[in-house]
């Protein structure tokens, strides 16, 4: 999964994640990837990923991911 992550460095993508019994979709591009995990910065939408401002960074746990979506 590692692999796949990294051809999408620099991506805009939209994750599904899973917390326990909650889930989220995050709309993110994706920055870092490790061993188990992907570090994204996170969008509240399309229009604030093309702008500048504040940065929010997270990092998912591979298993917490349930699908990916180029945007």
């Known amino acids: 999964m590692a692999f796949r992550f990294r051809q999408l460095i620099g991506c ?3 994750l599904d994640v899973e ?3 909650e889930a ?5 591009t994706i920055c870092t990837v ?3 995990f992907v570090e994204v910065e996170v ?3 399309k229009d604030k990923a ?4 504040k940065r929010k ?10 699908s990916i ?3």
């Open 12 to 14: 805009l993508v939209k």
């Open 19 to 21: 917390c326990g019994e």
């Open 24 to 28: 989220e979709k995050v709309l993110a």
């Open 34 to 36: 490790g061993t188990d």
């Open 43 to 45: 969008f509240k939408n």
């Open 50 to 53: 093309n702008s500048g401002g």
């Open 57 to 66: 960074f997270r990092i998912l746990p591979f298993e917490s991911i349930g």
């Open 69 to 71: 979506e180029l945007e």
